[in-house]
């Protein structure tokens, strides 16, 4: 069953405004577990107000948004939080990391808040920065990583509460083509390893390719290729 389906979806901001902009005109969009989805889109089409959405973080205008077949269309917001905090797992382009805590601390706290024991937060977050090749780094706070590492450690704190939807901000968009490589690289390990869905906006066309999936969003609308 889908991950996430959208059904004509709209939104649009300044409404009724002369500025009014309809940033989505009706999308429908469904994800297959363990699928990989690029949404591809110059700035400004509207990707983050459709990830957005798609996480729960803002409601649409009109249609439906469904989690793991949960529709959450007038659910109250400890629903949607709930959902969210248990369901889905956000990267943005910066890092946006608690500079005070160590790599494996940032992965931890996410699990504490979400009941875990401290040891099972450990053990996962370890072994969630082993599979992305950072088990040297994992004492070092931010400051202390490069750019990709602390993209890395992003990651893993986006599927520290093992999450069945990531969304993805243009995660890459803050680092040099190697780089961006290497961390999408270890995107895809992660991804191919807990069998999540995922949902990347990127205007980097060569990492769309490399994903299962892509969709351009265009004049508000979404289209498959
Ligand atoms: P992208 O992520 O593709 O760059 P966004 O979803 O951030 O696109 O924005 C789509 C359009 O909506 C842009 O023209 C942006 O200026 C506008 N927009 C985004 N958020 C708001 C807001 N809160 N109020 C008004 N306009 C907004
Ligand atoms: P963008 O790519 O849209 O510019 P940012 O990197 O600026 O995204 O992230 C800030 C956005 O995250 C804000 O638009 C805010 O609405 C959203 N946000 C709010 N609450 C949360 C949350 N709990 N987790 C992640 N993002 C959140």
Known sequence: SAVLR???VSKSYNKGLPGEIHVL???DLTLAPGEVT?????SGAGKSTLLHIAGLLDTPDAGIVEIAGEDMTGRPDRRRTAVRR???GFVYQFHHLLPEFTAVENIVLPQLANGATRAEAEDRARALLDSVGLAPRATHRPAALSGGEQQRVAFCRAMANAPRLLLADEPTGNL??????????????LVR?????ALIATHNLELAARMDRQLHLDQGNLREG
Do not use: I, N, Q
């Open 6 to 8: 959208l059904s004509g």
């Open 25 to 27: 005109r009706g999308v």
């Open 38 to 42: 690029a949404l591809v889109a110059p």
């Open 86 to 88: 248990e369901a889905v």
């Open 176 to 189: 040099d083509p190697e780089t961006s490589g290497r961390v999408f690289d270890a995107l895809m390990t």
């Open 193 to 197: 390893e807990t069998g999540l869905s």
